[in-house]
């Protein structure tokens, strides 16, 4: 399949992060601790909120019966005073978001450039968040991730309660889980189908942002030692995927696994979390970190890869690629990816500035 691109809207200027080397480390089994949520839900969901949190928090949500399919859209590395297209990009998720009637939208991180929040009070938050995504269908849930740019800054102020306050729609934390049951409709009361999605912090495993030499400043606060860190994430998430009975099985992360951008794949991430989301047949990866929309699925993985890193500023220009990299879809230019989901199918399409579905992919069980 040949390369496809499509013209960016104008735009500023460009930003660079390499990425590096790889750490090997073994997986051992440590207890995930869950926040039991009861109750039947509607359109609502109830949250449990958990100040640990480098553990695995489950958030538990119900379809209700008139309800019978879940859509929801995701974007990533977004947060640009609504600069960089991202007023346009966050109008055309607001349209399809209602033509839709979706649930919820997923932010993959970089929430905040160029270096995060300063602080829970910081105005970027409004400016780029609140005072951007103003649709009604967006007035939703956001459930997110933290990005390498979201570390850049006070990565913790993202995670508190005090932006909740701010904006009710906000949900941020460095890994959680969330369930979704899909009614299939074929007998009164019948549910038998689910979806389980697991949030992973990716940026703690990248090598190059530990680099004594780097010039960029992390800030680490909150978490355990790294290799504790690493391997108590890994462990986590391997235990819910391992007790996860849903049908569906998806995967959100900052960081590129497979990718034809500007950054590639993680070589960090190959090694050390694809052989988990493949023993446990994870159905589809998603992330940003490459500011474009991206399709890979290789013949000798399982795994689905879907990057929705175009919420504003992008990169022009794709790496060159052959059959066996399985790129099914590119395009290096702003958008987003939707998701509607039934018991027996999920459709990923990718949209492009203009709001217009450029490719859509079923996917079957």
């Known amino acids: 399949m040949s390369n496809e691109r499509t013209p960016l809207l104008p735009q500023r200027q460009q930003d660079h992060s390499a990425l590096l080397g790889r750490r090997k480390i073994n997986r051992s089994g440590v207890k995930v601790v869950f926040c039991a949520c009861l109750g039947l839900i509607g359109v609502g969901i109830f949250l449990c909120r958990s100040k640990e949190n480098p553990k695995l928090t489950q958030i538990a949500s119900r379809a209700s019966d008139q309800n019978l399919n879940l859509s929801f859209l995701v974007v990533g590395d977004w947060g640009r005073h609504g600069l960089y297209n991202q007023s346009i990009v966050a109008e055309q998720m607001g349209r399809i978001g209602n033509d839709l009637g979706i649930a919820f939208v997923i932010s993959t991180g ?3 450039y160029d270096t ?3 602080s829970a ?12 995504y103003t649709a009604s269908s967006l007035q939703t849930m956001w459930y997110t991730v933290l990005g390498n740019h979201d570390y850049m800054g006070d990565a913790v102020a993202q995670l508190s309660d005090e932006l909740v306050r701010r904006d009710s729609r906000w ?13 299939d409709g074929t007998s009164e009361g019948s549910c038998d189908a689910s979806v389980d999605m697991f949030f992973f912090d990716t940026t ?24 504790v860190q690493l391997q108590s994430q890994l462990d986590d998430l391997e235990r819910a995927l391992n007790s996860s009975i849903a049908t569906w099985k998806i995967v959100v992360g900052h960081h590129t696994i497979r990718s034809i951008g500007h950054h590639g794949d993680s070589a960090e991430l190959i090694q050390m979390l694809l052989p988990i989301l493949e023993e446990y047949e994870v159905d589809a990866y998603i992330n940003g970190h490459d500011h474009n929309v991206q399709h890979i699925k290789r013949a000798d993985c399982s795994v689905h890869f879907f990057t929705s890193g175009g919420g504003s500023k992008a990169y022009s220009g794709l790496s060159s690629y052959t059959e066996e990299q399985g790129v099914l879809y590119a395009n290096d230019g702003q958008g987003f990816l939707a998701v509607r989901m039934s018991p027996q199918s999920m459709v990923f399409s990718l949209y492009d500035v203009s709001g217009d579905a450029a490719y859509s992919f079923l996917l079957q069980k």
């Open 121 to 132: 009070d910081d105005p970027a938050f409004t400016s780029s968040f609140t005072d951007v």
């Open 204 to 227: 703690p495993f990248i090598d190059e942002y530990w680099s004594a030499n780097n010039t960029q400043f992390f800030n680490w606060t909150g978490l355990a030692p790294r290799s």
């Open 110 to 112: 970089d929430n905040f």
């Open 171 to 183: 949900f941020c934390r460095r890994a959680f889980q969330l369930n979704y049951t899909l009614c």
């Open 116 to 118: 995060g929040l300063t």
